[in-house]
């Protein structure tokens, strides 16, 4: 009896120990994507992105431009963004895109560890932005899970 309960344990031990390396091995190893300068600004879209970080826009601001770096990217991971305007308690999107890697950035092969992006939405001609609270969210579709991030902003 005393033989058959320590075994117990141990065929216990193993099992929890070979489903921890089975759970570590099917997360997100060196290759999987992650966001850093995550940034916003008033100024054309760049290749080096934007120069500083604004959260506070003028309603003549010409570009609402967000740039930011990805490391670890692959050339067919999809990046998305959607641009939301708060209007009474929810938000409404207004603008969109999204693209893979290797069209935002022509020189993308996958052999990169930092890929720079940079994208805006332009301010229509003869008009303002509205005055109010927006948000940008930012989503990047990869292999093994969705990558996102939101940040919030104002136009006065």
Not at 10 to 28: E, H, K, W, Y
Not at 72 to 101: A, C, M, Q, V, W
Request: proline share 4%.
């Amino acid at each position: 009896m005393i033989r058959l309960i320590k075994n117990s344990r141990f065929s216990v031990f193993l099992l929890i120990l070979g489903l921890g390396f089975f759970v570590a091995s099917c997360g997100c190893e060196e290759d999987c994507a992650e966001f850093s300068k995550f940034q916003m600004c008033e100024s054309a879209p760049t290749k080096d992105g934007c120069s500083d970080n604004q959260n506070t826009f003028s309603q003549d601001a010409d570009f609402l431009t967000v740039s930011l770096q990805i490391k670890h990217g692959e050339p067919d991971d999809r990046l998305s963004g959607k641009y939301y305007f708060k209007d009474g308690n929810s938000f409404t999107e207004f603008f969109s895109i999204s693209k893979p890697l290797k069209e935002l950035d022509e020189d993308v092969d996958g052999s990169e560890r930092l890929i720079k992006v940079s994208t805006a939405v332009t301010r229509p001609a003869n008009t303002l932005w509205p005055k109010g609270e927006y948000k940008v969210e930012v989503e990047l579709t990869q292999e093994n899970t969705p990558l996102n991030q939101t940040r919030n902003f104002t136009v006065q």
